[in-house]
């Protein structure tokens, strides 16, 4: 993530989607950690589990959640439809296996 991004916090969004098994992330390219993680993400099974994950944090792209807020507020409703927000069960990265 740029960690310097002043108005998107990539770098709390990257440490969220690591927390939740969807992503690895690295906090400083200078180290050996980059490496390790592209080493992680050759693994067809590191693969299998990050996109797994990826899809129980969020199944979509939120496009048709979005245009049916625009819908809704473009035909004078007040109340935007509720956001789903899918609950990941396995939040565990499996290093090294």
Known sequence: ????????????????????????????????????????????????????NSRAVFPGNGAAQAAEMVATFAHGRRTAPRLTVPRVTDTRVPMGS
């Open 1 to 52: 993530p740029n960690e310097y991004a002043v108005v998107d916090d990539q770098a709390a969004r990257a440490r969220f989607a690591e927390w939740a098994g969807a992503a690895l992330a690295v906090s400083d390219w200078a180290t050996d950690e980059l490496a390790d993680r592209v080493r992680a993400v050759l693994d067809p099974h590191m693969r299998s589990h990050l996109a797994r």
